[in-house]
Antibody, heavy 117, light 110 residues
């Protein structure tokens, strides 16, 4: 049973860089896509991007210029960075596993990141 | 990429059947059978309910079913139960090798 756990700062100042890390346990870290999804308070899900453990990355075009996803296979972790944040980046950030059928089958519990001015 | 289009809300009485639609384009739903549906209860992470248009994970009750026609996918809940009240999101793979979600549908059990 794969488990994912996000860890993040909780509060980030506007114009700075948001960083969130996801630790994966209970399964192989290889041969899947590792994804980030966010959900602003009271709103819907927004796909941010994903990375294959081989290093291939794909991003939501609307966020591509500010987002970086990286993976550290030695620690079974992958990370998200969002630069130049504004209040619109305030959201619950979920990490998730995407399998070969391109469904997001395992999700972390989510971590709320609030951007303050 | 634009979000997939879902109705904001759908409601039904216990025991009834409801259908939630999810409309995309030829760049996503119309090209691939990689359509998934997720259930989200308040304060919880989403849960995979349907994958590859119509397949159910083993733990999901068989009253949940999925289908697709052209650029539109659908989730049907038969024999609606109180615990089915939640938000539902569709998702599709796209021709840009990305994923896209729908705006979400609130299902209310009357």
């Amino acid at each position: 049973q794969v488990q994912l756990q996000e860890s993040g700062p909780g509060l980030v100042k506007a114009s700075e860089t948001l960083s969130v890390t996801c630790t994966v346990s209970g399964g192989s870290f290889s041969s899947y896509y590792w994804s980030w999804i966010r959900q602003p308070p009271g709103k819907g899900l927004e796909w941010i991007g994903y990375m294959h453990n081989s290093g291939t990355t794909f991003y939501n075009p609307s966020l591509k210029s500010r987002v970086t996803i990286s993976v550290d296979t030695s620690k079974n972790q992958f990370s998200l960075k969002v630069s130049s944040v504004t209040a619109a980046d305030t959201a619950v950030y979920y990490c998730a596993k995407v399998n070969g059928g391109l469904q997001t089958d395992y999700w972390g519990q989510g971590t709320l990141v609030t951007v303050s001015s | 990429q634009s979000a997939l289009t879902q109705p904001a809300s759908v409601s039904g009485s216990p025991g009834q059947s409801i259908t939630v639609s999810c409309t995309g384009t030829r760049s996503d739903i119309g090209t691939y059978n990689y359509v998934s549906w997720y259930q989200q209860h308040p304060g919880k992470a989403p849960k995979l309910m349907i994958y590859e248009v119509s397949n159910r994970p083993s733990a999901v009750p068989d009253r949940f079913s999925g289908s697709k026609s052209g650029n539109t996918a659908s989730l049907t809940i038969s024999g609606l139960q109180a615990e089915d009240e939640a938000d539902y999101y569709c998702s599709s793979y796209t021709t840009s090798s990305t994923l896209v979600f729908g705006g979400g549908t609130k299902v209310t059990v009357l």
